[in-house]
């Protein structure tokens, strides 16, 4: 089934020349890029390796070449489609990169080397990270996205941190905890959101069945503190009627 799938996807993915009219393209310089030839390129997906071919436009003025189908397809610069890089980004948070490579060729039959797995789980982190960025910058101006109202009896936050040994270029410009000595370690922080609608039969609360949400980041507690209090927000923390917070007494 997986070789039929790669059989027809790769007569899908024969794009024709470009019409007459559509041969120029605007180029970032300002001028203008040309069709030039159709170009071709294997590309990895969920049903195995395909090729793909496509037109391909150049630039006389700067020299840059583009292609416009990798653009729409979302694989610029890319040897694999999204749904692979998905799947590697799964892998990779799950469990260490070379081990990942197991799964990938057990439950999707392809042969993904460590590296690959690394590169694709980084950057979908990396994206991730960014848009947690964004976020936690419009909280600290106090420029919140709006929730709609819930009902939440109660909500949890609770948080903790602790020391993880790092390698040396991670302390980089850092000070020791002990005095003239170089850090060792970096602050780990990790912090989960909550509700409780019920109790047991003694009483006792019950925390909602899959309501755990989790934030985590090597950072100093301050830092942290804005990245929780956004998650607290978007989960609905203005219209808790009791607000839980649980932490370790720290300063």
């Known amino acids: ?34 069709y030039k030839e159709l170009r071709s390129k294997t590309l990895l997906t969920v049903l195995g390796a395909v090729q793909l071919t496509r037109p391909y436009y150049l630039c006389a003025h700067c020299a840059t070449g583009q292609y416009p189908v990798d653009v729409e397809l979302g694989i610029a610069g890319l040897e694999s489609s999204p749904g692979v890089r998905r799947m590697e980004a799964v892998v990779g948070g799950e469990m ?15 042969d993904i080397p460590a590296k690959a797995v690394e590169r694709a789980a980084e950057a979908i982190g990396a994206q991730i990270a960014r848009r947690d960025e964004h976020e936690i910058a419009r909280a600290k101006q106090l420029v919140l996205p709006l929730v709609s109202k819930q009902n939440i009896p109660e ?10 040994p790092v390698v040396p270029a991670e302390t ?9 000595q170089r850090a060792r370690t970096r602050e780990c922080e990790l912090g989960c959101v909550f509700t409780q609608t019920c109790v ?25 503190g804005f990245r929780l209090y956004s998650e607290a927000w978007r989960r609905g923390w203005e219209w808790a009627k009791l607000k839980v917070v649980i932490g ?4």
């Open 248 to 251: 370790t007494g720290g300063r």
């Open 155 to 164: 909500m949890y936050v609770l948080m903790d941190g602790v020391q993880v």
């Open 200 to 224: 047991d039969h003694e009483g006792w609360a019950i925390r909602d069945s899959d309501s755990t949400t989790y934030v985590g980041a090597i950072e100093t507690a301050e830092e942290f």
């Open 96 to 110: 260490p990169f070379a081990l990942g490579c197991e799964p990938m060729k057990v439950l999707a039959g392809l």
């Open 1 to 34: 089934m997986h070789q039929a799938g790669v059989s027809a996807l790769t007569q899908l993915l024969q794009y024709p020349p470009p019409e007459e009219d559509h041969r120029p393209l605007p180029c970032s310089c300002g001028h203008s890029a040309h």
């Open 172 to 180: 980089e410009g850092r000070t020791g905890r002990a005095e003239d």
